[in-house]
């Protein structure tokens, strides 16, 4: 773990996040994020280990897996006594930028590329202990530029400066960017949104991640029974509600 006296430096402004509709962590006591947040830190028999940096990727673009990573980030930092990062990872499409203001122009391309170092790059979240790395601008040959050597070298750097660390991918049925930086992570997460995504993209999906500890899959925009309902009444009101499925070997 990271010691205090070791701080990133990070921006020398730190910024608040936009408020978001999607930044549900933020506005409900109960949300669900949380109980993921403890399930990633309790463990179940198939992660029996608490994990330090978690790629966050689905099988198609709008499942969720931004507002997941996000929200799972918040969480994450409510722990005072640790440190989070949130790092922007799709190099093709950013989205956590969306979230900062003005938005930032230096990011995890730029420090792949040599040109900038991280704590140019990092930013520090305002009343908070969460750190954001931005994307920085989309990058003409993304895989390559994660496939440069100095990645591992960063992703260890920032496991050294860090105690949580959540990373957003691209879809990885569409590119190989996330199973690229699964390999210097812990494992990964699978957003799937409910009643959308097709069984057999799922399946591509958990194929292409093969090689990578997947942890499970979150299932998002879960619309709940009268039952579940009444078991959950305490954040029944949430939008964007999700379920967390543990691993199985063969996905179903």
Avoid: C
């Avoid at 962590?25 to 992660?47: A, D, N």
């Avoid at 099988?59 to 969720?64: D, K, L, T, V, W």
């Avoid at 949130?86 to 900062?100: C, F, H, Q």
């Avoid at 105690?163 to 991918?169: E, Q």
């Amino acid at each position: 773990m990271s010691s205090f006296a070791d701080l990133p430096l990070g921006s020398a402004d730190p910024k608040p996040f936009i408020d978001g509709a999607d930044l549900v962590v933020m506005k409900h006591p109960g949300s669900r994020y949380r109980r993921l947040r403890l399930r990633l830190e309790e463990g179940t028999p198939e992660l029996p280990f608490q994990p330090q940096a978690t790629v966050i990727t689905s099988a198609i673009p709008g499942e969720g897996k931004t507002t997941t990573a996000t929200n799972l980030a918040l969480a994450y930092s409510e722990d005072r006594t640790r440190r989070t990062l949130l790092v922007d990872g799709d190099l093709r499409r950013p989205s956590v930028s969306r979230y900062i203001a003005p938005r930032p122009t230096i990011g995890l391309s730029e420090v792949l590329a040599g040109d900038a170092s991280l704590d140019q790059a990092l930013i520090e979240i305002s009343d908070s202990r969460l750190w954001v790395l931005p994307s920085g601008a989309p990058s003409p040959t993304p895989t390559e530029l994660l496939q440069a050597r100095n990645l591992g070298a960063i992703i260890a750097e920032l496991r050294r400066r860090f105690d949580r660390i959540v990373i957003d991918a691209p879809p990885t049925v569409l590119f190989t960017d996330a199973a690229v930086l699964a390999s210097h992570a812990d494992g990964a997460l699978l957003v799937v949104r409910a009643r959308t995504t097709p069984t057999p993209l799922i399946r591509r999906a958990r194929a292409s991640l093969a090689g990578t500890n997947v942890f499970g899959a979150v299932l998002n925009d879960v619309v709940f029974s009268v039952v579940d309902r009444y078991y959950d009444r305490y954040d029944e009101n949430l939008p964007g509600g999700y379920a967390y499925a543990r691993r199985h070997d063969t996905p179903s």
